[in-house]
């Protein structure tokens, strides 16, 4: 069966004013995150080949988020993880299912956030990654998501 996710991104293109942070900030930090997240998942003891490519980035305003819809099956361990660039105070990722309702509320302090998912049967979620808070007098930050699976 083939596995596929489909982004839907939330949030509207007008008034953006990025500052210094940048595009690449937001990769970097996602990059260097994907790291840690990768080393704790090892002493774990999940097998993991080390995922290639960059991570997604969006510009986001405050409060606005990007919606991952797919099916999620037994058997497969999913890792999502985000960061954002340094504009970014609190980054964040929740999870819920087809009727939206909250299965996994993983709100934290600061801009890196990660998700191990493990279901035990077939099921739809929809996985928002929501930029919450910005540093003072900005509008928005760019935020960055990678995802892969684990064994």
């Avoid at 083939?2 to 949030?11: D, I, N, P």
């Avoid at 080393?39 to 990007?66: C, N, W």
């Avoid at 934290?108 to 956030?113: E, K, L, S």
Wanted: glycine share 8%; charged share 20%.
């Amino acid at each position: 069966m083939k596995k596929m996710l489909s982004f839907v991104l939330v949030f509207s293109l007008s008034g953006i004013s990025t500052g210094f942070a940048t595009m690449e900030d937001a990769e970097d930090n996602v990059l260097i995150y994907r790291y840690f997240v990768i080393e704790s998942l090892k002493k774990d003891g999940y097998r993991i080949e080390a995922p290639e490519g960059k991570p997604t980035v969006f510009y986001l305003q405050q409060d606005q988020y990007i919606q991952i819809e797919g099916t999620f099956y037994h058997n497969t361990n999913y890792v999502f993880l985000a960061s954002g660039d340094p504009d970014a105070v609190d980054i964040d990722i929740e999870v819920y299912d087809k009727n939206w309702n909250l299965v996994y509320n993983g709100n934290t302090d600061g801009i890196d956030a990660d998700i191990l998912l493990s279901p035990n049967y077939a099921i739809e979620l929809r996985i928002l990654i929501r930029l919450n808070a910005v540093k003072p007098g900005k509008s928005g930050a760019y935020v960055g998501f990678y995802f892969f699976y684990i064994q």
